[in-house]
């Protein structure tokens, strides 16, 4: 009991302590406003000083939260548990499925929705439209068809190409086609009957034929009343002269069958024993137009065209041991094939242009699947119909029904607007519950629909799970504690408010997951954590954040894997890039990654068939989209969270080192020589940072800025007098003075520092490059007046600067590179081993006079960094070639 008093009183003096340093930070702000505006400023001007002095308060604000790591781990833990365990604490105590307890009533009458009907009903309308799905051609199966199709006719065109025209004897009206097509394809037996008919009835028409001439012309030879007695002259009422003649061997059948025992002269009949061995009605048809093309012609014009039957039927013969090679390789082509050569060359051609024609209306109006042969026969046959070619329709329905196959696949997109919009359709089923009528009774199970009207009346008690919150955070905190771990391994030191950002770059990941969409910020948080606190910090967190997540909150565990890598690789390379641009280009290769990742793990899985490749490749892309939108996002916030948190970024400091940036460019203006020594002293501390491992783009950004406070009088400093008497020994003659106007530029560098809002980090380099080291100078002259004057006291701190010492290896280089660069420029005709000897002297007085015990250099170190400013110097001072000196040439006047 006598701890309370004790506990209110150190309670009270702390709030009173936060009290007066709220008061003095709002005195000092308005003290500045107020000024700012009085002087003149512009009012834009103000606004800026007015965000200048916000962040800077904003800052020292951060810097007050106390420094004791278990605040933010706690802080840490509690906030990650309520935002990843937000289910837990929100539990109906009552579940469905489970018992009532107590008898249950509705308090007063209302309609209520039966959600669980309405869903199964919702459902099953869904389910019987898509039983009948809104078909589509597939355009690459009339691609397959078309070109399946034309394959088969080019070789239709091979064969026929092979077996020669047809028909091959041109005058079908005495060679039927029908005859040609036989007697070409006929077995080798019948050609040989049909050959001994030919030869024997060539050898017994030579002998009739010259009876014949001879009883022709003693007939008709011209009487003397010189009329000729030719029927045919006769019959048309010819009279010629007697000189008349006539050629005996165009006399018609008809014409020789009006002469006079005409049946002596005609050929005599098929013999009757072969008509019986053929018994071929083809045969005998194709020899009765053989001899009644003798009747006109001549016998050599029939043997030549015995020779062209025999030659056909040879390329026929030829024509079909194609075919039986094909049909070896596909036994279905053998039948459509032998009748390609059956066809005449105009009906090879309507044909084509018929299947073509045909396939095409088919295709167009679309085969479902399933469709019986029989059907797509029938529709084959009737689109032939109208093609007028008799001879080719068998060839072209075969053709046609072998080729063709279903072409029409299901529209998912359709299909599932269709089933949308049914579903839509249905009505929401509405119940409604009267006052007082039992909801559920003591004892029975609660059903979907209980439970849901409970939930609309709120007689659903709710509870916290302690058990699963404890040991959600449980978890959390081991997390948090790898985390600190792995932040103690990192070089470089993390402040609170480093933390506080970290925290909340975590929590936004989480946090938009339980809105309830899968497109969280795993690609900003990765950027920003890469790019901000480097690779190590970055992988660490995702990793731990993608093995947390799964625990409380339900999401994908492929969305999850795929978001993750997206993250993964946006810390492993952020740190690495020097320009938003480079940044700009990482966000696409984020997004294609995540989406590419999703993709792949949903085919590996087997999620992506069966008709689920479209979803999939939407979520692909919406998943990509999200990453890209959250890159952009993360490129807009990165250069507000690095003024916000005073942050130095690899790319910051690129363009903090830009020589184009305003403060520069007034160094480099009014203080010419500083500006050099500047450039000297940066390429010593470089070379040196990037040996040591030391962070080079902070170094060298905040070496150009390490002097600016010179600008307040540059011809106070050396380096800017450019061979004027020195106004220290001609003006001021008052070593305080001189020192204490040496000192200023330093807490003037401040100043302008804090004006152009420069990081942290870059100021620190103002003091910290001078630590307390003493105006040596100045100190010896005040000491010498002193000797003239015993009343002259002087007082070491006068001439010394305020610190405070380099508290990191970058600023202790700094210094040592200040330190050496004077002496090396006064360097002329030196060996490298005697300038070492000189360097090595200077360091050790810098580590001898403590200005680097907190940097954390080692001695072993400074032997090194001598080492490394001696080779620069020998850079920049290498000999150079003696050119001889030329006399100019001078013409006589």
């Known amino acids: 009991m006598k701890q309370a008093p004790f506990f209110l009183h150190s309670l009270s003096q702390r709030m009173n302590k936060r009290w007066r340093q709220y008061k003095k930070l709002r005195r000092e702000f308005l003290f500045r406003l107020g000024k700012k505006w009085q002087i003149g400023y512009s009012w834009h001007e103000v606004v800026a000083n007015l965000v200048s002095n916000v962040t800077g308060i904003y800052i020292m604000t951060l810097e007050k939260i106390p420094k004791n790591s278990l605040v933010i781990f706690a802080i840490a833990v509690l906030t990650l548990t309520g935002v990843m365990g937000q289910k837990l604490y929100n539990q109906p105590q009552m579940k469905a499925g489970s018992k009532a307890l107590v008898t249950i009533q509705a308090p007063h009458t209302d309609t209520i929705e039966n959600k669980y009907q309405t869903q199964a009903k919702r459902q099953a309308a869904s389910s019987n439209s898509s039983s009948v799905p809104i078909l589509m051609v597939d355009e690459n199966i009339n691609g397959q068809i078309g070109q399946k199709l034309q394959e088969d006719l080019e070789q239709g065109n091979q064969i026929r190409s092979i077996a020669g025209s047809f028909p091959y004897y041109g005058d079908s009206s005495v060679l039927s086609v029908v005859s040609q097509r036989y007697l070409r394809s006929a077995s080798n037996k019948e050609w040989q009957v049909f050959q001994e008919v030919i030869t024997r009835n060539n050898s017994t028409f030579a002998s009739i034929n010259k009876s014949r001439e001879s009883r022709l012309e003693k007939l008709l030879l011209p009487k003397q009343t010189g009329k000729c007695q030719n029927p045919f002259c006769v019959e048309t009422g010819a009279n010629p002269q007697s000189n008349h003649q006539h050629n005996f061997r165009s006399i018609t059948t008809d014409t020789a069958k009006t002469l006079p025992n005409s049946k002596q002269i005609l050929p005599k009949p098929i013999p009757t024993d072969l008509a019986e061995i053929t018994n071929s009605d083809n045969l005998a048809q194709a020899l009765t137009e053989i001899e009644t093309l003798r009747l006109t012609t001549s016998s050599e014009q029939i043997s030549a065209l015995v020779k062209e039957i025999s030659r056909s039927r040879q390329r026929y013969t030829q024509a079909k041991m194609k075919i039986a090679e094909i049909a070896r390789q596909n036994p279905n082509s053998a039948s459509k094939n032998s009748l390609v050569l059956d066809l005449t060359e105009d009906d090879w051609t309507k044909a084509q242009i018929a299947i073509q024609q045909t396939a095409q209306r088919i295709l167009a109006q679309g085969i479902p699947p399933g469709l019986p042969p029989s059907f797509l026969e029938d529709a084959v046959k009737l689109n032939l119909q109208d093609a007028g070619m008799k001879e080719a329709e068998s060839f072209a329905t075969q053709l046609l029904v072998e080729t063709l196959q279903p072409n029409l696949k299901k529209d998912e997109a359709k299909t599932r607007i269709q089933a949308k919009n049914a579903a839509k359709g249905i009505k929401p089923v509405m119940i409604t519950v009267q006052q007082g009528e039992v909801i559920v009774r003591k004892g029975d199970i609660i059903s979907d629909w209980n439970f849901q009207v409970l939930e609309h009346y709120g007689l659903i008690r709710r509870e916290v799970k302690w058990l699963r919150l404890i040991i959600l955070a449980g978890i959390i905190a081991v997390a948090v504690a790898i985390f600190v771990i792995v932040e103690k391994r990192v070089k470089y030191r993390k402040r609170q408010r480093d933390r506080i950002l970290i925290l ?31 690779s190590t910090i970055g992988v660490t967190t995702i990793g731990l954040l993608t093995l947390l997540l799964p625990c409380s909150l339900e999401i994908s565990r492929i969305t999850l894997l795929a978001g993750a890598t997206g993250s993964l690789l946006a810390s492993c390379i952020a740190h690495k890039l020097r320009s938003r641009e480079e940044l700009a280009l990482l966000g696409i290769a984020v997004a294609i990654a995540q989406a590419g990742v999703y993709l792949l793990l949903k085919i590996c899985i087997g999620g992506a068939f069966g008709g689920n ?15 890209l939108s959250w890159s952009i996002v993360a490129l807009g916030l990165s250069p507000y969270l690095e003024q916000l948190f005073d942050l130095v970024t690899p790319i910051r400091l690129a363009e903090l080192a830009n020589p184009n940036r305003p403060l520069l460019k007034r160094l480099a203006a009014e203080t010419p020589g500083t500006f050099q020594h500047t450039l000297f002293v940066s390429s010593l501390a470089e070379a040196a940072a990037r040996r040591l491992g030391c962070n080079v783009e902070l170094v060298r950004a905040g070496t150009l800025y390490h002097d600016i406070g010179k600008m307040h009088d540059p011809d106070a400093f050396i380096e800017n007098q450019m061979g004027a008497p020195n106004k220290h020994d001609t003006e001021i003659k008052n070593p305080w003075i001189s020192a204490e106007i040496i000192k200023r530029h330093v807490s003037e560098g401040l100043i302008m520092a804090r004006k152009h809002r420069l990081p942290t980090a870059i100021q620190a380099f103002i003091p910290e490059h001078q630590g307390t080291m003493q105006i040596a100078y100045f100190y010896h002259q005040a000491q010498q007046l002193a000797k003239t004057c015993e009343y002259i006291q002087v007082d070491a701190r006068d001439f010394s600067y305020d610190g405070p010492i380099p508290q990191s290896k970058e600023t202790a280089i700094v210094m040592l590179a200040d330190s050496c660069e004077a002496a090396l420029r006064s360097l002329k005709d030196t060996t490298p081993e005697q300038a070492l000897s000189m360097l090595n002297n200077i360091l050790r007085a810098r580590w001898q006079d403590e200005q680097l015990v907190d940097s954390g250099l080692t001695r072993n170190q400074m032997s090194e960094i001598a080492e490394i400013f001696v080779e620069v110097w020998q850079q920049f001072h290498h000999k150079r070639i003696a050119y001889p000196k030329l006399k100019a040439n001078t013409k006589d006047k």
């Open 504 to 534: 909340l770059l975590i929590l936004s990941i989480p946090l938009v997951l339980t809105m309830g969409t899968p497109f969280t910020t795993w690609s900003a948080s990765g950027l920003l954590l890469g790019s901000l606190y480097g």
């Open 613 to 627: 490749l479209y979803p999939v490749l939407k979520e692909s892309f919406l998943l990509g989209c999200s990453g």
